[in-house]
């Protein structure tokens, strides 16, 4: 089975800083990892996903994630932070067989100005 | 594209009554998804679709959750009786299927009195 791990509950940050939210999976297959991003009383959006391919992976709102095999990790990134960013943001991953999605526990983005 | 549809919005209800959530995926997805999200358990799948055929339902909390998906265009997610410990909002979700991103309606926020 899979497991996903977004080791940080909050983040703060000053608007126009970069920002780095972390994900680490853990997994004995292949994967597909995606991230979402929850604003207020709104159901998850996708920002992003790797399938295969290059590791880096850009997607809407500037942002961007790498895919580290290795470690098994694919953090989310952003270079300048808005605070319309001020979110929650989830990463996922699903298997191969694409029989459901394991979402981490969410981390909340509050961009400060 | 008019995206996953949920219906009520809102539900306020005295605990012990029937409780029938509703969900129109997107045309021409085959895969759909009932999630629960609370603070302390975080985003939860509780069933899952294809084809109108329910695959997994390990997550449903008890047999007073049910879920039905009569057609492709349609699913309910019903709690009888309702208990306070249910209140959550309730997302519904759809896909294509295979490695394709799931797609999030707005949720049904539900409060058991």
């Known amino acids: 089975a899979q497991s996903v791990t977004q080791l940080d509950s909050q983040v703060p940050v000053f608007e126009e800083a970069p920002v780095e939210l972390r994900c680490n999976y853990s997994?004995?297959?292949?994967?597909?990892l995606f991230w979402y991003v929850q604003y207020p009383n709104q159901g998850l959006q996708l920002l992003l996903k790797y399938l295969s391919g290059s590791t880096l992976v850009k997607g809407i709102n500037g942002f961007e994630a790498e895919f580290n095999k290795s470690q098994t990790s694919f953090h989310l990134r952003k270079p300048s932070v808005h605070i319309s960013d001020t979110a929650e943001y989830f990463c996922?991953?699903?298997?191969?067989?694409?029989?459901?999605?394991?979402f981490g526990s969410g981390t909340k983005l509050n961009v400060k100005p | 594209d008019a995206g996953v549809i949920q219906s009520p919005r809102h539900e306020v209800t005295e605990m012990g009554q029937e409780v029938t959530l509703r969900c129109k995926p997107i045309s021409g997805h085959n895969s759909l998804f009932w999630y629960r999200q609370t603070m302390m358990r975080g985003l939860e799948l509780l069933i899952y679709?294809?084809?109108?055929?329910?695959?997994?339902d390990s997550g449903m909390p008890e047999d007073r959750f049910s879920a039905k998906m009569p057609n492709a265009s349609f699913s309910t997610l019903k709690i009888q009786p309702s208990e306070p410990r249910d209140s959550a909002v309730y997302f519904c979700?759809?896909?294509?299927?295979?490695?394709?991103?799931?797609?999030f309606g707005d949720g049904t926020r539900l409060s058991i009195l």
């Open positions: 996922a991953v699903s298997d191969y067989n694409f029989n459901k999605f394991y």
């Open positions: 679709f294809n084809n109108n055929v329910p695959i997994d």
């Open positions: 997994s004995s297959v292949s994967v597909y």
């Open positions: 979700a759809s896909s294509y299927g295979g490695n394709q991103p799931q797609h």
